[in-house]
């Protein structure tokens, strides 16, 4: 069974663009959470997505956003990059609960110039 | 707020060694929790998932503990080896949200 896969891996951007990042989860796993992870914060929840739907948000700010498509594939988008936001993002596929097992992808590392 | 908190934050052992990870919680209301290995640069690799009803779950050298009521959890790893060197991270659920991580403990196996 193929794992997560992320899309992609890595990722150079300067302060202002944007940037959407892509995770495919497991076959048959129909929920995708993203947590971002930095040095100083650790890994931090973002949000939630079960069938095309978001079901939890992080506290993060409205730049960041996702969406979830009928094959469950999700994207998570940021605009208007800041310094900050570089970090690994990664995310976590499940059956269905969050309190089933998630198993994770490898990660995009995004670096903001 | 569930706080998780993961002692030591840094073991280095040599090889052959047993050892002990620590993870404590402050919300005993916990769905599961989840043991996690992270490599350098890399995303997070399943261990154990431990449910709130169980005490214990074993995975090969791998024996991960559970005491909600405590608010603890403790990963012991026999005969470590120079292949076990990552960073270990526990994680709960508490009610139907997101995982709450701890800081991790960076375990380094020398040869």
């Known amino acids: 069974k193929a794992g997560v896969t992320q899309t992609p891996r890595y990722l150079i951007k300067t302060r202002g663009q944007q940037v959407t990042l892509s995770c495919s989860p497991i076959?048959?796993?129909?929920?995708v959470s993203w947590y971002q992870q930095t040095p100083g914060q650790g890994l931090q929840f973002l949000f939630e997505?079960?069938?095309?739907?978001?079901?939890n948000k992080g506290n993060f700010p409205g730049r960041f956003s996702g969406r979830q498509f009928s094959n469950s594939r999700s994207e998570m988008n940021v605009s208007t990059l800041e310094l900050g936001d570089s970090a690994l993002y990664l995310c976590?596929?499940?059956?269905?609960?969050?309190?089933?097992?998630?198993?994770f992808g490898p990660g995009t590392r995004l670096t903001v110039l | 707020k569930q706080e998780v908190t993961q002692i030591p934050a840094a073991l280095s052992v040599p090889e052959g060694e047993n050892l002990v990870l620590n993870c404590s919680f402050t919300?005993?209301?916990?769905?599961?929790l989840q043991w996690f290995r992270q490599d350098p640069g890399k995303g997070l690799t399943s261990l154990l998932l431990?449910?709130?009803?169980?005490r214990e779950q074993t995975s090969g050298r791998l024996n991960a503990s559970l005491d909600k009521s405590s608010g603890r959890s403790t990963l012991y790893i026999a005969a470590s080896q120079p292949g076990d060197s990552a960073t270990y991270l526990c994680?709960?659920?508490?009610?139907?949200?997101?995982?709450?991580f701890g800081s991790g403990t960076r375990l380094q196996v020398q040869p």
């Open positions: 976590a596929s499940y059956l269905a609960e969050a309190y089933n097992e998630q198993f």
């Open positions: 076959s048959g796993h129909r929920s």
């Open positions: 997505y079960f069938s095309e739907t978001q079901r």
């Open positions: 919300d005993s209301a916990i769905y599961n």
């Open positions: 431990i449910q709130s009803s169980q």
């Open positions: 994680a709960v659920i508490t009610g139907r949200r997101a995982l709450t």
